[in-house]
């Protein structure tokens, strides 16, 4: 009894819905697609505001978004279903092994806190290397995107001058 009120206390700490660390309370400000490369080795929650010229509004809040919630990802979900996954696993090995379970009641005890607790930690690092992963995945989207957009897309006064340059306006 006493390991199930355990298992469901950890589970109850780690499946519970916290409120999201506080961002630091300057947002990170992108102005040039090279400053994004210092991104993946922040620690602390940051809010990215992407003013790229090459982008539109609605364009800038989309990849927000995207680039927001890959640096900001803590690993709890994957966390989450590593440990099901272990609990669920453990049960299952645990029915046709139940009499080497029964007479070693404490040894298995231990053995199971460890993979559980293990489950949980290599969860929340692969939802970190994932994380990083989806970062420089949006950060080499963007280049390729600055790379393939010619002049005419970019906002701003570089588009009058590009204009003026070739004579569209005559």
């Not at 506080?22 to 080795?41: A, C, Q």
């Not at 364009?59 to 690993?75: L, Y």
């Not at 806190?113 to 949006?138: D, H």
Request: net charge positive; hydrophobic share 45%; with cysteine.
């Amino acid at each position: 009894m006493l390991i199930y009120s355990a298992v469901f206390t950890f589970l109850r700490i780690i499946c519970v819905r916290r409120p999201k660390m506080p961002f630091s309370k300057v947002p990170v400000t992108i102005t040039d697609i090279s400053e994004l490369r210092h991104l993946p080795r922040r620690r602390t929650p940051t809010r990215v505001l992407l003013r790229l010229p090459m982008l539109s509004q609605e364009e800038e809040e989309e990849w927000q978004k995207r680039i927001n919630s890959a640096v900001n990802a803590c690993g709890c979900g994957e966390g989450a279903a590593f440990l099901l996954s272990a609990l669920v696993l453990l049960g299952l090995s645990a029915i046709p092994l139940w009499s080497l379970v029964r007479t070693h009641l404490i040894l298995s005890t231990m053995l199971s806190v460890a993979v559980v607790i293990g489950s949980v930690a290599a969860g929340k690092c692969f939802g970190k290397v994932r994380a990083i992963g989806r970062l420089r995945s949006c950060i080499s989207s963007l280049r390729a995107l600055q790379e393939a957009r010619p002049a005419e897309h970019v906002i701003g006064s570089h588009v009058q001058s590009t204009i003026l340059e070739r004579g569209d306006l005559q």
